[in-house]
């Protein structure tokens, strides 16, 4: 309604750059740090004043090949699960992570194209952590999406039923690690995306290249919903609980 008002002549409309000159209280190392810490489509409204951002082929532009290797860390870290389970076949991701000190290292994936049930979904990830010798008690912080079993359980998460098989798996009382719902406040996701995207580009955050499906996602997604959408949000959801509160990402929260 604003732009019509403006289209309309009834409120006067005044755009401004964000320059040195236009605002000499910054440098231009200042500006251009603010520049790199918006996702590629944000840039035209939150900088220049546009009314409309630009729709971009790619979403995370600071991904690159410089982003890939096979390099892991050593001693001390700190595991991370990131999860999402979408209704669709070949919708259920897993993303394991190695953190240490605002470095966060992407392990390995988890993906089944068929359709699945929970029971399925727990082998594939305690499977996963076998292949990188990881004991599932050994996991420090899990991360899942808020959705519900459906029709038939709709007041149980599926996270929950993933914990609860896996628990059955290892013949254990409880599950072997709690699986926390995923950050859904206002805003959430943009601030989680700028903080994918800033991580690749200061080097904070690389894929190993055995994670070809993340590779493909982050290669090619465009922002729309489809079936590279999973692998994005389960990586969210995990680095977005072990970076945010770093000082030089929760900052991007208020952009």
């Not at 808020?146 to 993933?162: F, L, Q, R």
């Not at 009382?173 to 926390?180: S, V």
């Amino acid at each position: 309604w604003l732009l019509d008002e403006v289209n309309r002549g009834k409120i006067s409309y005044h755009r401004f750059d964000l320059t040195t000159a236009n605002c000499p209280h910054l440098t231009q190392e200042q500006i251009d740090l603010i520049s790199e810490s918006y996702l590629p489509h944000e840039r035209a409204q939150r900088l220049h004043g546009h009314w409309h951002g630009e729709t971009r082929a790619r979403y995370f532009d600071a991904f690159s090949e410089l982003c890939i290797n096979d390099v892991r860390p050593r001693g001390e870290v700190q595991i991370g699960l990131g999860i999402d389970h979408g209704e669709k076949i070949g919708s259920q991701v897993a993303v394991l992570v190695a953190h240490v000190e605002g470095r966060v290292w992407i392990l390995d994936e988890y993906r089944n194209e068929s359709r699945t049930d929970p029971n399925d979904d727990a082998e594939g990830i305690l499977a996963m952590l076998d292949r990188n010798h990881i004991k599932p008690q050994e996991v420090d912080v899990a991360v899942g999406d808020i959705n519900s079993m459906g029709k038939g359980y709709p007041a149980m998460k599926i996270s929950d039923a993933i914990a609860g098989a896996m628990a059955r798996k290892l013949r254990l009382q409880r599950p072997p690690f709690n699986i926390m719902s995923a950050l859904k406040s206002p805003g959430s996701v943009a601030w989680g995306e700028r903080i994918l995207n800033y991580g690749f580009k200061r080097g904070d955050i690389t894929i190993h290249p055995y994670c070809e499906y993340l590779i493909k996602a982050f290669s090619h997604y465009t922002g729309k919903k489809d079936d590279l959408t999973h692998g994005i949000d389960a990586t969210r959801y995990i680095i977005q609980r072990l970076l945010g509160y770093d000082q030089t990402y929760h900052r991007l929260r208020f952009l």
